[in-house]
Nanobody, 116 residues
Framework: VQLQESGPGLVKPSQTLSLACTVSHVSITTDTYGWNWIRQSPGKGPEWMGAIIYTGDTHYSPSFESRTSISRDTSKNQFTLLLSSVTPEDTGVYYC?????????WGQGTLVTVSS
């Protein structure tokens, strides 16, 4: 499996951040797979934001649940992250990550800066 994040590198405060993760070599509907978004902000450890699993069900971290939506487009084999009402504290590297059992595969990450 390979994952590639895409989206704008710069977002203004109060706007909605939208990122896509394109998955190769494995269908996002493959049994047992979970598709996650993880963020690492400057000076902080990785933060799990949420996931969409192979059934289409979603799970969110309580820290992000009120501002986050994760969806998928099976025709494109992509899943997406929407993070609303961003502030400069949302600046960081955003990763999409696949997991199945004990195996995790990370995308290369994409830097998002929130600034006016």
């Amino acid at each position: 499996v390979q994952l590639q994040e895409s989206g704008p590198g710069l977002v203004k405060p109060s706007q909605t951040l939208s990122l896509a993760c394109t998955v190769s070599h494995v269908s996002i509907t493959t049994d047992t797979y979970g598709w996650n978004w993880i963020r690492q902000s400057p000076g902080k450890g990785p933060e799990w934001m949420g996931a969409i699993i192979y059934t289409g069900d979603t799970h969110y971290s309580p820290s992000f649940e009120s501002r986050t939506s994760i969806s998928r487009d099976t025709s494109k084999n992509q899943f997406t992250l929407l993070l609303s009402s961003v502030t400069p504290e949302d600046t960081g590297v955003y990763y999409c990550v696949s997991e199945t059992g004990y195996l995790e595969v990370w995308g290369q990450g994409t830097l998002v800066t929130v600034s006016s």
